[in-house]
Nanobody, 126 residues
């Protein structure tokens, strides 16, 4: 599967952005999906994960209550709604996928994902 992330940009602290991830999955394939981010000078970190069915989600503790991961009506779309953004949220955000059953959610380790999008930059100014 190929993944294309978009929606990044520059926003002031307290603002919001919605990232999108378009997947080129065949109709007979399902994946567990996730978002990661990498801030300048730091390692890539887990943000959130969701099942292909969209019925189960998981969030990093620091994102709970501010970020919402969801699936689109189009089965090949995934979103990350980010609210109340902080300067420390500045990072390149990546979407990721791994072949899995429709109800399966991936673990938080990036080693569990086989496919990665190119990343979209989110910059939050203070």
């Amino acid at each position: 599967v190929q993944l294309q992330a978009s929606g990044g940009g520059l926003v002031q602290a307290g603002g919001c952005l919605r990232l999108s991830c378009a997947a080129s999955a065949r109709t007979d394939q399902t994946y567990a999906l996730g978002w990661y981010r990498q801030a300048p000078g730091k390692e890539r970190e887990f943000v959130a994960a969701i099942t292909w069915s969209g019925t189960r989600t998981d969030y990093a503790d620091s994102m709970k209550g501010r970020f919402t991961i969801s699936r689109g009506d189009d089965r090949n779309l995934m979103y990350l709604q980010m609210d109340n953004l902080r300067p420390e949220d500045t990072a390149v955000h990546y979407c990721a996928a791994v072949r899995a059953g429709g109800m399966a959610i991936a673990g938080r380790s990036e080693r569990g994902f086989d496919y990665w999008g190119q990343g979209t930059l989110v910059t939050v100014s203070s």
